[in-house]
């Protein structure tokens, strides 16, 4: 999650990084998007990934691989919960073996 923080504030300053996949981002965050696929609203600034459509004859996509990207970190969040969520055995006494 770190990862892709650092990757936004860099788009935000105007350096996006140069992380592709084949052809297209790995990440892309933008500000006020017409139609984005995901928005976020954080201390007044709204967050946006574009649309995941294609655009161009290329069929490039705008968001890269954004979606994949956070696909892939619900899951990721989703395994670590499901060890923590998990109930706990009591101790079992086994009452009236050969006694």
Partial sequence: MY???EIARAEEKGEPPKIK?????????????????VSVKYEGIEYCIPS???IGSNGK??????MQVLSF???????QKSGIN?????TVVPVGLGR
């Avoid at 996949?21 to 696929?37: A, C, M, Q, S, Y």
């Avoid at 996509?61 to 954004?66: Q, T």
Wanted: proline share 7%.
């Fill in 3 to 5: 990862y892709l923080g």
């Fill in 21 to 37: 996949v084949g052809e297209e981002d790995l990440f892309v965050v933008t500000r006020n998007e017409k139609n984005p696929t």
């Fill in 52 to 54: 995941d459509q294609p």
């Fill in 61 to 66: 996509r705008l968001a890269g691989r954004s």
């Fill in 73 to 79: 970190v619900s899951l990721l969040i989703a395994q």
């Fill in 86 to 90: 998990l109930p706990v055995t009591q």
